[in-house]
């Protein structure tokens, strides 16, 4: 079983629509992350939630929005898209919300937007 | 502001030479430190990680690391490499109760057969 789950892994849309991608971890942990990877391959941290509370929101568009509705699941959802957007969204988890933890990351979520 | 720095972007290399990739972080306080690597298509996985104790960490594939704090650098190794490590290598630190990896640029590694 795959411990930390995203789907879908590969999401085609056009500029202006909405989409989220889904999250799910397997692990029991407390803490969820999103990363977005861009295309020169540089990742950043967007958002962690740890037991459905938010703990980091880093500079991000307020287009995109996370929800997580229990500590196992972490979703994310994208208004109005632009092509800027178009990037590899990982999800991951970790046990608990301290630096000493590692961090476990979903397969990645290649989205593109036309 | 926290920043980590890979040194090389490209490595060319072939089988069964060594590997250096360095790392360097800025941050004052007490970190953890880690390398992933992504191959082509896949997600990320942990190669090895440094908590505390000993700075020379061993991880899984034959790397390891060591952890020069005066010289805020975290440096991969492995003796002899092999084609399938062809991947992408990314050092990571973690600032101790932030709860976030901050990412290096990464760095290609390509072996040639």
């Known amino acids: 079983d795959t411990a930390v789950s995203q789907t879908p892994k590969y999401l085609v849309t056009q500029m202006g629509n909405d989409k989220s991608i889904k999250c799910e971890q397997n692990?029991?942990?407390?803490?969820m992350y999103w990363y977005k990877q861009d295309s020169k391959k540089f990742l950043k941290i967007m958002f962690s939630y740890n037991n459905k509370e938010l703990i980091i929101n880093e500079t991000v568009p307020n287009r995109f929005s996370p929800k997580s509705p229990d500590k196992a699941h972490l979703n994310l959802h994208i208004n109005s898209l632009e092509l800027g957007d178009s990037a590899v969204y990982f999800c991951a988890s970790s046990q608990e919300r301290g630096g000493g933890n590692t961090i476990y990351f979903g397969e990645g979520s290649w989205l593109t937007v036309v | 502001a926290q920043s980590v720095s890979q040194h090389n972007h490209h490595v060319i290399l072939s089988e069964a030479a060594s590997l250096e990739l360095g790392c360097n972080y800025s941050?004052?306080?007490?970190?953890?430190l880690f390398w992933y690597v992504q191959y082509p298509g896949q997600h990320l996985q942990l190669l090895l990680k440094y908590f505390s104790g000993d700075p020379l960490v061993k991880g899984i594939k034959g790397f390891e690391a060591e952890f020069i704090k005066s010289k805020f650098s975290f440096n991969l190794r492995k003796p002899s490499v092999q084609w399938s490590d062809t991947a992408e290598y990314f050092c990571?630190?973690?600032?101790?109760?932030?709860?976030?990896?901050?990412f290096g640029q990464g760095t290609t590694l390509q072996v040639k057969p």
């Open positions: 990571a630190v973690s600032p101790s109760n932030t709860g976030k990896l901050i």
């Open positions: 941050y004052g306080g007490t970190v953890n």
């Open positions: 692990l029991g942990h407390d803490t």
